[in-house]
């Protein structure tokens, strides 16, 4: 099944739009999850505590939810004990009915960009059998490489059912110093990129959805830019990170759902797991009301 | 000890500015290495092989080289058994007295970007104790999210006398697709990337070699963009990926040493690890003699 379609069946499904992002941080996951850790060593307890702490993330706030967004950095730091923490993550979501969406933000040439689609998407081919990779439904990657570094990703994304979501504006305060600045064609590098990604998504649209399995990284907080990056991907399914933490509201979003509800994928992280630090309660309780606030909140805006 | 200075006094005593990059694909491993391969299941059998065949190529080509540069794709690849792998990889390599560029080509927001850095070239604290990372020397990243995400990648290095290099001009064909676009300063993307690269490695300058603790990736598959390259970034060491395979040549890269030799390094994967399919003999062999003649030919071009 074509990976947009995918997308807007687990949308209209599950009545939600919300990304839950998993960006674990050791010394600030939920208490049952530190006194659950087991192991022998500092890196096996850390990383069985982190994995707990997924896992009751995606049971308190995944309901509310379409799919997960783990951060890679954050379980690379914890070493082969971390690939374990996020390959149970990662099935434990999708056990759960929801899509996972690896934020691995990878880039390279295109030998070394099969090499992370057999990783993360596919599985690799070794003398003592094949090597199933993480298994994930779709993964972020950087264009700054170029197009043909982008297509090795999508050609095993798409023999898969799977996506790729690539980096096109940014969220952060930064990305403007060169995502923002003007070609002498008069584009913005953004722009560009854009055109880049509705090209690659365009070769394969899916059928009952009328999706793209090329999907966008357009950053919440500049919600100013949605109305053009909409003109310039009309097919290309959105994910909107930066609500909360980083400043942006979901009220300012509506434009990223103007193809459908499926087409706006709005992520929040520490918005979400963090919550009972501003709302009180247990970290579960606070991080399903606020998942379910933007849920309701998101699919208000219509589609 | 600063990087840049670290990296000058091992070229300098190795009399080598040759990077053994490490790209292991499990179909296309020594003989010996795949013979060698231990373990329960495929994934546990392909890691050992995996490491074994990077072993085996570091004492082979080693001793004519002063880092390696493992691809971090073709370790993910294989889980958490592939980090394992990796890691062995790094540690021999250290032990050998190389320098390890780590090619993970990260970008990420800064909180993410801080996770990277504590996974490669720092710790992670966590309620159970300090969680060592992979400590490689240096990690290679993408500049498309700003300064403000490379910023916590060379903090974190640089209080460990380790570096950062940034992708500026890379060596496949699908780069000049954006990073050669020219901005309506007049600038291409990639002299833009160049100016932000020179001002961050501006900031530490090691005193005994004046080269920077942030380099960049400038490829060897475009020789005449590297005056300008060097004009932008006086301090940078370059590192120079493309030679053979890709079609670059060492002849064409003498403008990358003007200041000193350790200012270029010249990086080559399948060249020297497939040797033997052209040269015959044993894998160790050829790479070994491919090894020292690059090395001899980019020293011959002087510094």
Redesign the interface.
């Known amino acids: 099944m074509h990976f947009g379609d995918r997308l807007a069946a687990a949308v209209a499904a599950r009545e939600s739009q919300i990304v839950l992002g998993l ?1 674990p ?3 600030k ?1 939920w208490p049952e999850a ?1 006194a659950a ?1 087991t192991g022998d060593t ?2 096996a ?2 990383a069985s ?1 982190v994995a707990a702490h997924c896992v009751a993330a995606i049971d308190a706030a995944g309901p509310a939810c379409v799919a997960i967004k783990p ?1 890679h ?2 379980f ?9 923490a996020l ?1 149970r993550t990662v099935e434990h979501a999708q056990a759960a009915g929801l899509i996972v969406l690896s ?1 691995a ?9 099969k ?2 689609a ?3 998407l596919g599985a ?8 199933e ?2 298994g994930a439904d779709a993964i972020t990657a ?8 982008l297509a090795p990703l999508i050609a095993i994304a798409r023999e898969r059912g799977r996506g790729v979501i690539v ?1 096109v504006r ?10 923002d ?4 064609t ?1 584009e913005t ?1 953004w722009e ?2 854009a055109g ?1 990604v509705a090209l690659l998504g365009a070769e394969s649209l899916g059928p009952d959805s009328g999706l793209a399995d090329v999907g966008a990284v357009t950053g919440a907080t500049v919600p100013e830019h949605l109305v053009r990056l909409r003109e310039l991907m009309p097919h290309t399914p959105f994910l909107l990170p930066g609500v909360g933490a ?1 400043g942006g509201r979901v009220e300012d979003l509506a434009p990223a759902f103007a193809p459908g509800r499926a087409a706006g994928l709005v992520t929040a992280s520490r918005g979400i797991v963090n919550a009972y630090d501003q709302a009180g309660g247990t970290p579960a309780a606070a991080a399903r009301a606020e998942a379910e606030r933007l849920r309701a909140l998101a699919w208000s805006l219509g589609g």
């Open positions: 960006d941080d050791p010394q996951l530190v850790a500092p890196v307890r850390a505590a951060q950095a954050c690379e730091r914890l070493g082969a004990d971390g690939q374990v390959r934020d933000k990878r880039g390279d040439i295109d030998v070394s960009a090499a992370y057999q990783a993360l690799t081919p070794t003398p003592f059998g094949d090597v990779g993480l950087n264009p700054y490489l170029g197009a043909d570094t980096l940014t969220s952060n305060p930064g990305a403007a110093e060169l995502q600045q003007r070609l002498e008069g590098v560009r990129v880049i980083q």
